[in-house]
């Protein structure tokens, strides 16, 4: 009779309990659900109407109707160059006789015409264009993101659909985790397609706006970096949005709210207190700011420097290593705070 106690299987039962969905198979389903989401489409949707807008403004800058323009505009400063230096010198001379001071200076000498690169009249290049999009348009991107992950994260909750989830899988962390590199993931997809449809859009208007031969216009400034790099630091500035949105969602559990405490934030903190209070002493500290520095690999502000004789506002430089390191900070401390905070209350 004792054989017929014996289970089919004799190993223990620790190794034949069911061990449930892995981590990857959580962040397909994550994924899956994050991309069926109806704001995804829309974010998905700006994305391209964004990138459209801004490449066919490119288009406008660098058309021949408008580069024929700049140049009749060029030649005719070119020719009154001259007549205005003359004039410069007259004037001058009138003022020494008048004031009997044979130093006053116009500055007549250290004028000259503008040059092509002044007036902005160069040749259309296709990673300045991409990279001057890239520049303009991550901070829109970083905001998407923001918001897709938000409202992924908050919906579970308005919904009751967190709690109905955690009854399959009660591992909050591991929940969470999975959630967290869905969107993480997503928010890259949506940089990473923000940022080919910009290089394909900028090499279209290069080669349709290239002057013909008889156009001699000057190449633009080599770039300081390669575009993969500028490339690098908008991905991983929108990846880490998207996470500080789902912190935010794990936190407040509630997009409106979400939406709420970001627009609050940004009027407050970085509107009012950054730019009105301590003379602009705090804009190292400010958000935005550092963004910009991140993005730009620097960045300058303006905030009031005392010597013992007076004080005057001087222009102060925010290094990209600041940047980053703030910005990488603030990141962790919001993760860990909604990670505590999922981790710890209840789920309604």
Known sequence: MSETLLTPDSRPRVDVRPQGTSFAGLVGVELRRLWWRRLTKVAVVAV????????????????????ARQL??????????????EQCRTAQAEERDRSGDQSVDFGCDQQRPPTLEDMGLVLPDADTITGG???????????VALLLGASFVGAEFATGSMG??????????????????????????IAALALVLAN????????????????????????????????????????GAGLGGAALGLLLRHTAAIIGFVLGYGVV?????????LQGRLQPWSV????????????????????????????HVLTYT??????????????????????????G
């Open 200 to 239: 394909l859009g900028a090499r279209m208007v290069s080669v349709v706006n290239r002057p013909g031969a008889d156009v001699k216009l000057p190449s633009p400034p080599a770039p300081d970096e390669p575009l993969a790099l500028l490339g690098l630091r908008v991905v991983a500035l929108v990846v």
């Open 133 to 143: 999009i890239a520049k303009s348009g991550a901070l829109l991107l970083a905001f």
């Open 322 to 347: 600041h940047g980053w390191v703030f910005l990488l900070c603030a990141l962790v401390l919001v993760l860990v705070v909604g990670l505590v905070a999922f981790r710890r209350r209840d789920v």
């Open 72 to 85: 009749d505009n060029y030649r005719s400063m070119q020719q009154e160059a001259p007549r205005m230096l």
């Open 269 to 277: 903190v970085e509107g009012f207190a950054v730019n009105g209070l």
């Open 48 to 67: 391209v109407l964004f990138i459209g807008a801004t490449v066919y403004n490119a288009y406008n800058e660098s058309s021949p109707e408008r580069i």
């Open 164 to 189: 109905t989830w955690l009854t399959f899988q009660p591992r909050r962390l591991r929940v969470a985790a999975s959630k967290l590199a869905a969107v993480a993931i997503g928010s890259a997809a």
């Open 288 to 315: 935005m700011k550092n963004i910009e520095a991140f993005v730009s690999k620097g960045a300058t502000y303006y905030a009031e420097t005392c010597t013992a004789s007076r004080c005057d506002y001087q222009e």
